[in-house]
Each structure stands twice: as structure tokens, then as C-alpha cells.
């Protein structure tokens, strides 16, 4: 997949000439209930997501403070480990062993298509290839007060920061839509379901920083490359907020408009 967002419109137009040729032939295709989908991009160079980017979200954790619309800011961007945590639909959210308060936190990804650095907002757009969905699992009590005689200034800052981490934190999919397709990416319905019961509903265009933002201040910093998957926040909803969290058995499915369902079943981790 990482070859074929790289060839960029040329691979594109291929792949149109691919599947107007067979259009009509039976033998050539199958059905998509019969395929098992793998991650978007199985294995992105980078995995980066955005905290706090929905005023929503904001407003019912204690993670920031809630700026003010005149407030000059900067987005919050994280990273999680691309080659460990990327899985894809049906796959399971495995609760790992020192797993406390696993939440959910569905997400509208970004797939950078071209290489770029200093990247202007006006030109951001040009650099996606396309949108996913993605489920930003996370860790909400990692080792708090369970392995440390002393807390230090840092400690619930990184405590946040490795509970991103764990194998198979960021469920994406179910598919990869090109950017022409989805149109504005900031006029899409999302919303979660845990079991059948709405817990997130919300629409993309509520995003503090947008998709040209984002891109410009990442491009900042480190040059993107071709498969590079940034995560745009979440809004209000997640469990911690409610004071509950995913348990064996679960199912989550986060849907984003023209994208479809992210499906994973929650399981323990092995002994």
C-alpha cells in the first residue's frame, strides 16, 4: 500500500484502468464479505496523533484547559509505535496484562500522500491521499500509585503518554477512501458504538485545529512522508469521562461517513 500511495495519480489512473477493464467479468471479482481486510497501511513510517482537539472532549477530562477562542495555541501531537499498534478491522483489542482503564476514542485519520516539509495550509490538502477511521485506544490509569513510592513533576504526563502505547492501540480501517471521494473531510458524521449503545456522536468540522493546520505545524517539525497516518482527535464520549471502560467481550464499532465501520472485539491478553 506504502508503493501504491507513492506512485501517487499515476498509480491512481492504473488502478481506474484495472477496474474498468473488469467491470462485467464475475471471475475477476469477489465478494467483499469474503475478503479479510488488513490495516489501510499496514505499517506507516508514522503513526501521529492530536490531543484535545474537540472543545467537547476538552470539556469532560482534566487533560487541558479549555482555550479560549482568541487564545493563539498550538496543537498537541503525539506519536504511537506504527509497526506494533496498527491493526485493522476485526481484529481484536487485546487488554493487556497491566491494563487498569482501557477507553475508546474514535478519530478521523489523515493519509499523507506526498513528501513534504514547511508545508503551507493553503497547499496542506494536496499532500493527503486519503481518510480512514481510527480508534485511539488508550490506557487511562497506567501504573498510577501502583509502582512508584514517589510521583514526580512528569509522571501523569508520561503515564498518559505510554498508555497509547500498547500493542494493538490503533484499530484503523475498515478501508482507505481517496481524498476525492470523501469530498470535505470536515463535514463527516462520526459516532461509536460499545455493545450496540451510542457513546460518541459528533461531526468532523468541531475540530479545534483542521486537516491544513495539523499538516502545516507537523510539517514543521518533521518532514511527512507517503503513508504517514495522523489521527485528528476525538470528541466528547469516551469512557473514561463515564467511569467505565472496555472489558472482555466488548465490541466497538466506530463509524465515520463514507468510510464505513471499524469492528474490533475486545479481548485478554494471554497469560
Not at 474514535?106 to 480508534?135: S, W
Request: charged share 25%; aromatic share 8%; proline share 6%.
Amino acid at each position: 500500500m506504502r508503493c501504491f500511495i507513492e506512485s501517487g495519480t499515476v498509480g491512481l489512473e492504473l488502478l481506474k484502468e484495472l477496474v474498468g477493464a473488469a467491470k462485467g467479468k464475475a471471475d475477476l471479482w469477489r465478494d467483499l464479505s469474503s475478503v479479510t481486510l488488513g490495516p489501510p497501511v499496514p505499517k506507516p513510517y508514522k503513526f501521529l496523533a492530536l490531543a484535545t482537539n474537540y472543545r467537547e472532549h476538552i470539556a469532560e477530562s482534566d487533560f487541558a484547559k479549555m482555550p479560549e477562542k482568541e487564545d493563539k495555541i498550538t496543537p498537541y501531537v503525539f506519536m504511537k509505535p506504527p509497526s506494533t499498534t496498527v491493526i485493522a478491522t476485526e481484529d481484536p483489542i487485546v487488554l493487556p496484562k497491566v491494563g487498569v482503564a482501557i477507553d475508546w476514542e474514535l478519530e478521523l485519520g489523515v493519509i499523507i500522500g506526498r513528501k513534504g516539509k514547511y508545508i503551507l495550509e493553503a497547499e496542506a490538502l494536496d499532500y493527503v491521499f486519503g481518510y480512514t477511521a481510527v480508534n485511539d485506544v488508550s490506557e487511562r490509569k497506567l501504573f498510577a500509585s501502583k509502582e512508584r513510592t514517589k510521583d514526580r513533576d512528569m509522571d501523569g504526563f508520561f503515564d498518559w503518554l505510554n498508555g497509547k502505547w500498547f500493542d494493538g492501540f490503533a484499530p484503523t480501517g475498515p478501508v482507505l477512501v481517496t481524498r476525492d471521494e470523501i469530498g470535505d473531510p470536515l463535514n463527516l458524521h462520526a459516532r461509536l458504538k460499545v455493545n450496540g449503545a451510542v457513546e460518541q456522536d459528533f461531526d468532523t468540522g468541531d475540530m479545534i485545529f483542521d486537516i491544513p493546520a495539523t499538516i502545516a505545524f507537523i510539517s514543521r517539525i518533521m518532514t511527512l512522508e507517503p503513508g504517514d497516518i495522523i489521527a485528528t482527535g476525538t470528541s466528547a464520549g469516551v469512557g473514561d469521562s463515564q467511569g467505565i471502560y472496555l472489558k472482555a467481550g466488548d465490541l466497538v464499532e466506530g463509524e465515520i461517513e463514507k468510510i464505513g465501520v471499524l469492528r474490533n472485539r475486545v479481548v485478554l491478553e494471554n497469560p
